[in-house]
T-cell receptor
Framework: AQSVAQPEDQVNVAEGNPLTVKCTYS??????LFWYVQYPNRGLQFLLK??????LVKGSYGFEAEFNKSQTSFHLKKPSALVSDSALYFC???????????????FGTGTLLAVQP | ETGVTQTPRHLVMGMTNKKSLKCEQH?????MYWYKQSAKKPLELMFV???????ENNSVPSRFSPECPNSSHLFLHLHTLQPEDSALYLC?????????????FGEGSWLTVV
């Protein structure tokens, strides 16, 4: 079965420090991977995605993610955290068993990032 | 401004009421989705429409009834809901086809069933 796991419910980091939010996946074949962010009382905002090519993907708000095929991971990173980065982060993988033309995603359970001033 | 607009943002309804959630996308997409987000649960895909045709119904109870009159609009009709249906309902859209097309979400409609 295809799945995505976010092993940490919460990540705490001090402002100015680097942050990492972890994601591992399980799919057959090549994965299509996504990161979304959800601020309080808001919808999900797209941050970045990996389809193919360079393993380091750059996205919005200074975030980047590193695709590691051997470790089946797609960790989200930022060199210097801001208090305003505090939010809920979701990793998602495209369901490759879905043969339709649409883009069905499987989401992780989310990781709450708390950046302390 | 996400390009996907949902109304109302908040809705309180009784278990015998009938109400509807509305979604409109301004991105020129052809696929639209309803997701349910409950506390401490992964996002649940409810319905998928592609070019106005329903292509996915993820075993959703019949008290939720979707409608997609065109590629830009999506409704979720609600009737005789249960308190456990209280959740954030997210509408989303994407281009059709292509394995890596990004799904864009609206701000959500908070539903409380009393």
């Amino acid at each position: 079965a295809q799945s995505v796991a976010q092993p940490e419910d919460q990540v705490n980091v001090a402002e100015g420090n680097p942050l990492t939010v972890k994601c591992t996946y399980s799919v057959s074949g090549n994965p299509y991977l996504f990161w979304y962010v959800q601020y309080p009382n808001r919808g999900l905002q797209f941050l970045l995605k990996y389809i193919t090519g360079d393993n380091l993907v750059k996205g919005s708000y200074g975030f980047e993610a590193e695709f590691n095929k051997s470790q089946t991971s797609f960790h989200l990173k930022k060199p210097s955290a801001l208090v305003s980065d505090s939010a809920l982060y979701f990793c998602a993988v495209r369901d490759r068993s879905y043969g339709g033309a649409t883009n069905k995603l499987i989401f992780g359970t989310g990781t709450l990032l708390a950046v302390q001033p | 401004e996400t390009g996907v607009t949902q109304t109302p943002r908040h809705l309180v309804m009784g278990m015998t009421n009938k109400k509807s959630l509305k979604c409109e996308q301004h991105l020129g997409h052809n696929a639209m989705y309803w997701y349910k987000q409950s506390a401490k649960k992964p996002l649940e895909l409810m319905f998928v429409y592609n070019f106005k045709e329903q292509t996915e119904n993820n075993s959703v109870p019949s008290r939720f009834s979707p409608e997609c009159p065109n590629s830009s609009h999506l409704f979720l009709h609600l009737h005789t809901l249960q308190p456990e249906d209280s959740a954030l309902y997210l509408c989303a859209s994407s281009r059709e086809g292509g394995p890596g097309n990004t799904i864009y979400f609206g701000e959500g409609s908070w539903l409380t069933v009393v």
